[in-house]
């Protein structure tokens, strides 16, 4: 068995560890800022995982990197995956361009658009994808799927 992980605390920490109990703040930042306070309050890391029902082995993380990182490493990290390559306003660009222009643009064109206008390169498939998801495809307005009520009276 290794040497025991303690964290120590200053006031200030400490207060601001207390403060995350009532913020405004994602449960696991809340969960991990009373762990640190545990550990410095002297219980031991097997202790404070039976509390939480967590794994020794990440209330261990926790401590770690809290003494690596320390405020910082209470909340989570970016995502992996591919980031989005437009903005909102990108898209509500798009939107103005389809109810103010009157010609009509394919998902083909309106990349080509995006791409020449703001300097934003998206596949049509990408943007078909987000407009729809947007209820905002192609020039008209309206719903994009069709309502049930008639979906029904096809059958």
């Given at each position: 068995?290794?040497?025991?992980i303690?964290?120590?605390?200053?006031r200030?920490?400490d207060?601001?560890?207390?403060?995350?109990?009532?913020a405004?703040?994602?449960?696991?930042?809340?969960?991990?800022a009373?762990?640190?306070?545990?550990?410095?309050?002297?219980?031991?890391?097997?202790?404070?995982?039976?509390?939480?029902?967590?794994t020794?082995?990440?209330?261990?993380?926790?401590?770690?990197?809290?003494?690596?990182?320390?405020?910082?490493?209470?909340?989570?990290?970016?995502?992996?995956g591919?980031?989005?390559?437009?903005?909102?306003?990108d898209?509500?660009?798009?939107?103005?361009?389809?109810?103010?222009?009157?010609?009509?643009y394919n998902?083909?064109?309106?990349?080509q658009?995006?791409?020449?206008?703001?300097?934003?390169?998206?596949?049509?498939?990408?943007?078909?994808?987000?407009?729809?998801?947007?209820?905002?495809?192609?020039?008209?307005?309206?719903?994009?799927?069709?309502?049930?009520?008639?979906?029904?009276?096809?059958?």
């Open positions: 068995m290794g040497a025991r303690r964290v120590f605390l200053t200030e920490q207060k601001t560890l207390l403060n995350l109990r009532t405004d703040v994602p449960q696991k930042v809340k969960d991990r009373e762990i640190i306070r545990l550990n410095a309050h002297g219980w031991y890391v097997e202790k404070i995982a039976a509390h939480f029902n967590w020794a082995q990440t209330v261990r993380e926790v401590l770690h990197k809290w003494r690596k990182l320390g405020l910082e490493s209470l909340w989570e990290l970016a995502g992996r591919g980031k989005t390559k437009y903005t909102e306003e898209i509500v660009f798009l939107e103005e361009c389809l109810k103010n222009e009157p010609r009509t998902s083909f064109q309106l990349t658009k995006l791409e020449s206008d703001r300097n934003v390169k998206l596949s049509a498939d990408r943007l078909r994808r987000v407009l729809k998801k947007r209820g905002s495809y192609g020039s008209e307005s309206g719903r994009v799927s069709r309502p049930k009520s008639f979906a029904n009276a096809k059958k």
